[in-house]
């Protein structure tokens, strides 16, 4: 097992035991006044105008586009193995994600908080669950951006160049979800924190797999 699969591996276990410790934190209510000033900075500094902006984020964010990206990643590469864990990694989220709206005590931000606009009337739009840690759109993004970030860093095919602007193109990506999921009041920021911490670190356990199942003596 190379040095580069072994990092990765020990890498997501890390973070998910960071998403423990941090959830027992959540839990606890340590946080409460940090999620609540940040959410109502957020929506004092950042114009109205970007409501709608941000509200597609919360589309693409969904459990079902994101699948769909998934598959289009891993039907593109012809790894069927390491997509198959990938998909078993994938529904290991929305597990722990469940587990944790119904058992860590962390009710989600009042409705005169909530500026997403609803451009297609779907039933998750009306129906927001009980507690709100963690954020599955800030998971989700994660788990697939850490998978696309390895796979470029250690593709033979690309360019440093576009290496660069791929990554960059991935996180600024990135930052735009975390953040739109804090401004639109969907989540607070310790939900997003959880969230990406745990998509985070399912994604590194698959971006091992991956590594494994990948031959990089020949291009990617």
């Given at each position: 097992m190379s040095k580069k699969v072994v990092f990765l591996f020990l890498s997501g276990v890390?973070?998910?035991l960071s998403f423990i410790f941090f959830s027992?934190?959540?839990?606890k209510d340590h946080l409460d006044q940090l999620d609540f000033n940040t959410t109502v900075r957020l929506q004092d500094n950042i114009s109205r105008k970007f409501d709608d902006v941000f509200s597609v984020?919360?589309?693409i964010g969904n459990f079902e586009v994101m699948l769909i990206v998934l598959i289009v990643l891993f039907v593109v590469l012809r790894k069927f193995i390491a997509g198959a864990i990938a998909f078993f990694l994938f529904g290991m989220f929305h597990i722990i994600e469940l587990y944790g709206k119904n058992f860590v005590d962390h009710f989600p931000p009042p409705e005169f908080l909530l500026r997403t606009k609803?451009?297609?009337e779907f039933p998750q739009f009306h129906v927001r669950a009980e507690f709100s840690y963690p954020s599955g759109h800030s998971g989700r993004t994660m788990f697939i951006s850490a998978i696309i970030i390895i796979i470029v860093l250690f593709s033979k095919r690309i360019s440093k160049p576009v290496k660069a602007a791929i990554i960059a193109g991935v996180l600024g990506f990135?930052?735009?979800m975390l953040v739109s999921r804090i401004y639109l009041g969907?989540?607070?920021t310790t939900d997003v924190i959880g969230g990406a911490l745990l998509g985070l670190s399912l994604g590194l356990l698959t971006s091992a797999v991956v590594l494994i199942k990948i031959n990089f003596k020949k291009p990617l």
């Open positions: 890390f973070f998910f027992y934190i959540v839990d984020f919360s589309l609803r451009f297609l990135d930052a735009i969907e989540h607070w």
